[in-house]
Each structure stands twice: as structure tokens, then as C-alpha cells.
């Protein structure tokens, strides 16, 4: 399968820890973003990169987490000291820039992160 | 700033019965608009996308949307609903070279009865 891949699809610590999830993009894609969703509502972009630089980062991101992607290939996300709001499913998407002003994003299946 | 509302969260519909899911937008310039389909442990999955154009777009699985800019809507339609169709659906919109960005509604559930 060569679509988007995370790890772990499901991640439960106590409240404090630090947690880090990967995505592995498909292959050939340039963009990656990192999107948030909660229970019932949609996904709520967090993040993107193209290649290695990080574009754009959401005010939803605090100072708490940090997104690389170092090589321009695989990225994480790490929350420092979870805190149970951090509950949700974490999100990752890629896709290949192209000319059209737009590109279609390719979605993971998520991590679903629980803090107790 | 750019929002989505899609006003239904839970919409149920009897097998082989028409499918209307509504999606109203805000955003101060043409948008780029999109449906998505999300089933339990799957990821989200491209139905179809509006950028300009004829303002019914086809899209996948035999679902079509209508671009009515007068109403600032994109609502997502299906003539004939199968059972497989049972997901939650949500309506997103995206900015012009902004890097692709994509603004999410909250969801509409579709539940189908037999």
C-alpha cells in the first residue's frame, strides 16, 4: 500500500507525559500537513510543510507541540506534557504541489491519542 | 475568515432514497470547495472538488455537488443511496495558493435504513 501511514494508530498516557507520532507521506508528495479533529466535530488544520520548511502553523498550536520534517520525508508531531483536551485523533495529510493554485490532500487513517 | 457550516449532524435516509447533505460557506473570494467521506478507522476520502467552471461537479460513488454562489452553498447529492454509504461527510473549503489548507465543517453522520 503506498497511500499515507501514521504510527501508532492509537496512543493512550496520563496526563503530563510526552507523546510523538509519525506520518509517512506518499512518497513523491512535497506537502504535508498535520490536522486535529475531536468528537463530532471535522478536522481542524494544525500545520503544513513543504519539503522540509514549515510553512504555516495554526494559533491552535501551542507552544506545547512541535512538527519536523527533517528531510523532507517522514514527520512527527510531539505534545509535551499532554493534557486531557489534547484528547482527539491527529491527522496527516500529503500532497503534491502542483500549478493549479491547489493540490489534492491525501489523508492517513490517524492516531487516536487518549490522555487519562 | 474562511468558515464552513454544514447544518445537519445526523441526517438518516432509507436505502435506494435521494441524498441531499447541505453545506453553506463563508469566504470572501471564489473558494475552492470540497466533499469528503470519513468511515470508521478509514481516512478521509476525496468525493468530489469544485474550482471554477460548470457549477455541478461529479464526483465518485455517484455523488454530485452544486457550486450556487448567490446562496454560498455546496450541497452534496446522491439519487439513489446504497447502504455502503453509511459514513460521515464533510463539507471543507480551501484558499487560492495558500497552501492548500483545507477549513472543515463540523460533519454531517449519514445513517442508511434497510
Not at chain 1, 57 to 67: G, I, M, N, T
Not at chain 2, 95 to 109: D, W
Request: charged share 20%; with cysteine.
Amino acid at each position: 500500500d503506498t497511500g499515507v501511514s501514521q504510527d501508532p494508530r492509537h496512543k493512550i498516557t496520563k496526563r503530563g507525559q510526552n507523546v510523538t507520532f509519525r506520518c509517512d507521506p506518499i512518497s513523491e508528495h512535497n506537502r504535508l500537513y498535520w490536522y486535529r479533529q475531536t468528537l463530532g466535530q471535522g478536522p481542524e488544520f494544525l500545520t503544513y510543510f513543504q519539503n522540509e520548511a514549515q510553512l504555516e502553523k495554526s494559533r491552535l498550536l501551542s507552544d506545547r507541540f512541535s512538527a519536523e520534517r527533517p528531510k523532507g520525508s517522514f514527520s512527527t508531531l510531539e505534545i509535551q506534557r499532554t493534557e486531557q483536551g489534547d484528547s482527539a485523533m491527529y491527522l496527516c495529510a500529503s500532497s503534491l504541489a502542483g500549478t493549479s493554485g491547489w493540490d489534492e490532500q491525501f489523508f492517513g487513517p490517524g492516531t487516536r491519542l487518549t490522555v487519562l | 475568515a474562511q468558515s464552513v457550516t454544514q447544518p445537519d449532524i445526523h441526517i438518516t435516509v432509507s436505502e435506494g432514497a435521494s441524498l441531499e447533505l447541505r453545506c453553506n460557506y463563508s469566504y470572501g473570494a471564489t473558494p475552492y470547495l470540497f466533499w469528503y467521506v470519513q468511515s470508521p478507522g478509514q481516512g478521509l476520502q476525496l468525493l468530489l472538488k469544485y474550482f471554477s467552471g460548470d457549477t455541478l461537479v461529479q464526483g465518485i460513488k455517484g455523488f454530485e455537488a452544486e457550486f450556487k454562489r448567490s446562496q454560498s452553498s455546496f450541497n452534496l447529492r446522491k439519487p439513489s443511496v446504497h447502504w455502503s454509504d453509511a459514513a460521515e461527510y464533510f463539507c471543507a473549503v480551501g484558499a487560492y495558493n495558500q497552501g492548500g489548507k483545507l477549513i472543515f465543517g463540523q460533519g454531517t453522520e449519514l445513517s442508511v435504513k434497510p
